[in-house]
């Protein structure tokens, strides 16, 4: 009685296993080592129901004990081809996940280049539109200054001067962070040099730079990328590591360009690093941003100890132009 409700379970999931087998089959693309591999589990069963009915039915083996054989020599086979062929299914599933990950890189590219382009359309909406119009009304305003005014109006016209040319001044440096003219005009290594000025001019920190890109131009989607990424990392240190000195070194030779920064400030602790919202570091951003030029970055950081940034971008002859 025992072994028949062994044999009733078994065959039940002989059944279940054709059956998911079958539906596989239309999921791996009706992949011909799927199809023999459903066909070795068919077999299977059909050979399993024929050595159950002698202990349900008054049957003699001997009836079908040529079939029973066939059967086992059709499953054995079946599974063996299945098992040969099963590395095409192996091989399409790793097309499709090398498909996936470039697809994801594309759209990622796509993404940080539609920023760009917003941010380059900002900044010259602010330059070419309000820039124009508040330097209009300072003309006005120094018109006006040169009439005969009471001391009363005068303290206002020279308080409304003062506001115009600060708000010049501002929509200047909105537009410059958006889109450095001097990234476009001259290239990576000026506009960092630049910016790296500019922090070295508050007295706050100290910051070496040294390159030898020189004047060599990079791709557009690259340069940009790699200036936004050492901005992020020296926004980073000023604002949280409380750092006194940053290195940063650029060079390129015949495979690739490398940047290499450096500080020491507190750092951090690495399992923060793909946090977006941990102390506002935005780390996630910079790797996405050099994921997205098929490059690598590796960043070393302990609580006390500063943090060390290596990221490796792929250089091409297309790059050189």
Partial sequence: MVLKVVLFITIIFQITAAI????????????????????GFAALLMRMVLESLPFYFD?????????????????????????ILIRK????????ESEKRASEKRFLSVMIQAEDNERKRLAKDLHDGLGPLLSTIKMSLSALKKQENSPQSEAILNNLDNVILES????????????PHVLDNFGLDKAINNFV????ATG????????????????????????????????????HANAKKISIDMHYDIY?????????????EL????????????????YSRINSLKGNIDIQSLSGKGTDVMIKIPFTNDDKD
Avoid at 32 to 38: G, V
Avoid at 89 to 96: A, D, P
Avoid at 168 to 179: A, E, H, M, Q, R
């Fill in 20 to 39: 998911m087998s079958l539906r596989l089959t239309k999921k791996t693309k009706y992949n011909l080592s799927w199809i023999f591999i459903s066909l």
């Fill in 168 to 179: 010049i001044k501002s929509i200047k440096d909105i537009s410059n962070n958006l889109s």
């Fill in 204 to 239: 706050s920190i100290n910051i070496e730079y040294r390159s030898n890109l020189k004047g060599l131009r990079l791709e557009q989607n690259t340069e940009s990328v790699l200036y936004r990424v050492v901005c992020e990392l020296i926004n980073n240190t000023v604002k």
């Fill in 271 to 286: 399992e923060n690093m793909f946090k977006p919202q941990e102390k506002g570091t935005g780390l996630y951003n910079i």
């Fill in 256 to 268: 690739s360009v490398i940047l290499t920064y450096k500080d020491n400030g507190r750092g951090f």
């Fill in 197 to 200: 000025q500019k922090i070295n």
């Fill in 89 to 96: 299914i192996f091989v399409y599933m790793e097309k499709i």
């Fill in 59 to 83: 049957v003699e083996p001997r009836y079908y004990r040529l079939l029973y054989i066939w059967l086992g020599v059709a499953s054995a086979t079946f599974f063996a081809v299945g098992l």
